[in-house]
């Protein structure tokens, strides 16, 4: 059938499943809008900048473990999405990203709201392409997909000229898989490799599981969890990786890294085989690598990106795959073995370990005067059964949320780990609500952080988005504040919130629920208000809290994964 190239991008995306996209037009993509217009395969939702679509289409992602997809158009349409693209990119989530050229014939040639997309993205894309002739529009919408989703996932951007979008030509439906002889991603792991690790797991006295981002990606939750049953070693899962082995786990010893747990930290350094699984050896989780060298220790590493492998640190045995694949393979093969032999005890370890869980690195000391934002997470927990979805901003609020908001689900969690993006925690509330309507949503989030697209709330408005906005509101750019108390000499240069807007105010502007609570004990009835009386409407939430509260533990930049500090009078 032949239709122009803006029809044949929709019915790609029908194709293709899609039923939320993310976006905002302009003169490049207008006849992509026309076409969006005329179809009822799905939503479009406007957003307000679009920086946020792109957060939208990932945190949708995220949540739901489909390809995010948004539309921007040529020029500052495209700058506008680049840190919504890089952020993605970082912390490897598939999407699709739709933006409008210029006409073929004007490229190069400074027109109107030209950039070189192209180019601009090429180092925060998985891929991306400039689609020169219609006849080849509907293949690479696929190929966006399929290399999207496939392998490391990754976000892919298609550059379509606008004459591209006018052009006519027939569309035949997709069919069968797609192969691409330039890119096979591995998913089986090595048999040879994982006999190897098997062994390996089966003489470790301290084993220890590392748990990553690659396990959520991979849908790999329970394999994991049924693996580290079976092992019985302790689990930690990074920042990323948060409800994939569940918090309530007693295996789980918490987060590891610059702000990990006392035990996760101390085992990921003195364990003797350390089983790596879909988590890249990030410096926010090892520390110094030096001193995570010093204590000799095997490293197993599942990932099925072979450029992720010894990157970092010196690995032992690598197993290129897809975790999921890889964890059924080892499972079986170490109940096989187990069954022919018995483990190594592990007993002394769990003593070890017990002896540091001991520590209670976690406590704070609480208030009647003041609000502790560690008690509001805490609080946020309990009135949300531990069930919410909880998007956050990038801070000190994003630590607190992640370390005491204890996830038992994975894809609960959505945060920019990588990139460290503020401003994604409203779009992305957008993007987890389109994804699972009828949910609770909240966004743990600073005063600072919101600001940077506190805009979305229009959007919110407009399709009746209900999250929850938990602002942990310190008058500070808190974990910059933190940062220049320890190590710049309490010079607190710029990092004080003046001329704070009234965020009820500004709540209510917008169609609105806003809320000030400044005792401890208005904390949880305000909550409760939130997520009871005010399920359908979207509450802002205003938190009054210590100014100079810090997140602890901490391990300073450049230092030793063990050399925490574990509050203030380590200082
Ligand atoms: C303020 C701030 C503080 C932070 N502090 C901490 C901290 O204390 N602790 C912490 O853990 N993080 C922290 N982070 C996050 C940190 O920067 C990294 O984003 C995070 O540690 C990386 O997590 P990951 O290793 O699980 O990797 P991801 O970025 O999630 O990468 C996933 C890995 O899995 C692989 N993979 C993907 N899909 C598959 C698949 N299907 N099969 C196999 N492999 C797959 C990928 O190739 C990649 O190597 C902080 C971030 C910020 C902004
Ligand atoms: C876009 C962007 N700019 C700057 C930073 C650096 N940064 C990290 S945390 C932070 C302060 C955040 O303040 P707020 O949102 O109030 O959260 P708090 O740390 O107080 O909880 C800044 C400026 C960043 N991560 N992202």
Redesign the pocket.
Known sequence: MEMNGADIVVRCLADEGVEHVFGYPGGAVLYIYDAIFKQDKFQHILVRHEQAAVHAADAYSRASQKVGVCIVTSGPGVTNAVTGIATAYM??IPMVIISGQVPTAAIGEDAFQECDTVGITRPCVKHNFLVRDVKDLAETMRRAFYIARTG??GPVLVDIPKDITVAQYKYTPPKGEIALRSYAPVTKGHQGQIKKAVQMLMSAERPMIYS???VI??DASDELRAFAEVLGAPVTN????LGAMPASNGQFVG??????TYEANMAMQHCDVLLAI???F?D??IGNPKHFAQNARKIIH????PS?ISKRVRVDVPIVG??KDVLVELTAQYAAARAENKPASTEKWWQQIETWRGRECLKYIGSDEVIKPQYVVEKLWEVTGGDAFVTSD?GQH??WAAQYYKFDKPRRWIN???L?TMGVGLPYAMGVQMANPGTDIAVITGEASIQMNIQELSTCQQYHLTPKIVCLNNRFLG?VRQWQQIDYGSRYSESYMDSLPDFVKVAEAYGHVGLRIERPADVEPALREAFKKHKDRLVFLDFITDRTENVWPMVKAGRGLTEMLLGSEDL
Do not use: F, K, W
């Open positions: 912390d490897s490391r996932p990553g981002g690659g990606l991979s990074t920042l990323m990786g987060m590891p890294g610059m702000h990990g879909g988590a890249r990030d926010r989780v599942i990932d099925i990106d992720s897809n975790v990038v994003q630590m920019s780990g990588g460290g974990m």
